[in-house]
Nanobody
Framework: QVQLVESGGGLVQAGGSLRLSCVVS????????FGWYRQAPGKQRELVARINYRGSPDYADFVKGRFTISRDNAKNTLYLQMNSLKPEDTAVYYCNGGVRASYSWGRGTQVTVSS
């Protein structure tokens, strides 16, 4: 069973930065694509960024140039470096499959950006 444990969220002022981590277990991490998703209050969950097993990233337009997704296959860990944060980035952030969200969702990590 795949387990996803997100961390690194917090409260930050607009323009600030955070780095999220997602530790993955129960699957061969190095050959699997993963993605970061977010869900803001009252909104549907949306894909933020994804990375394939080769390390090639893909970003939603609303985070291009501000967020960077990366992976450490030796640590079974997915990262999301978030810079130039905006209040509209406030959401709970989750990791899951990069092609489709095939796994049970973790608890996520709350990111709150104050103006």
């Amino acid at each position: 069973q795949v387990q996803l444990v997100e961390s690194g969220g917090g409260l930050v002022q607009a323009g600030g930065s955070l780095r999220l981590s997602c530790v993955v277990s129960g699957i061969t991490f190095s050959i699997t694509a993963f993605g970061w998703y977010r869900q803001a209050p009252g909104k549907q969950r949306e894909l933020v960024a994804r990375i394939n097993y080769r390390g090639s990233p893909d970003y939603a337009d609303f985070v291009k140039g501000r967020f960077t997704i990366s992976r450490d296959n030796a640590k079974n860990t997915l990262y999301l470096q978030m810079n130039s944060l905006k209040p509209e980035d406030t959401a709970v952030y989750y990791c899951n499959g990069g092609v489709r969200a095939s796994y049970s969702w973790g608890r996520g990590t709350q990111v709150t950006v104050s103006s």
